[in-house]
């Protein structure tokens, strides 16, 4: 089983991508998704996640009205839109998925069992 993901690099102040993360291996179609991001020095936070249905989705304050979590379950795949990106948003992001199936969107990064290698996001004023 293997989420990779994709789509960093760096960018300027207000710019925006697209991270994307394709699982393989087995569907996570009927499995709560996320996004989870660590930046220098910092402990690993929430971004974004959601629920087994794209209804049920939970957003960081920090990120809320700039950041889009969607999934498109015929491509097995987890996105991230980003838009007008801040310094603060350098990190590496990493891609997660739950073992359990349905449930909610999550908050809490113990409660994902299968991580990616992450892809990092450079943002310079």
């Known amino acids: 089983v293997q989420l990779v993901e994709s789509g960093g690099g760096s960018v300027q102040a207000g710019d925006?991508?697209?991270?994307?993360?394709?699982?393989?291996?087995r569907s996570f179609n009927d499995n709560a998704?996320?996004?989870f991001r660590q930046a220098p020095g910092k402990e690993r936070?929430?971004?974004?996640?959601?629920g087994w249905t794209s209804s049920s989705t939970t957003y960081a304050d920090s990120i809320k009205g700039r950041f889009t979590i969607s999934r498109?379950?015929?491509k097995n795949t987890l996105y991230l839109d980003m838009r007008n990106l801040k310094p603060e948003d350098t990190a590496v992001y990493y891609?997660?998925?739950r073992s359990v199936l349905y449930g909610p969107a999550l908050r809490d990064e113990r409660d994902f069992s299968y991580w990616g290698q992450g892809t990092p996001v450079t943002v310079s004023s």
């Open 95 to 97: 891609c997660a998925a």
């Open 72 to 74: 498109d379950k015929a």
């Open 45 to 50: 936070e929430l971004v974004a996640t959601v």
């Open 33 to 35: 998704m996320g996004w």
């Open 16 to 25: 925006s991508l697209r991270l994307t993360c394709t699982a393989s291996g």
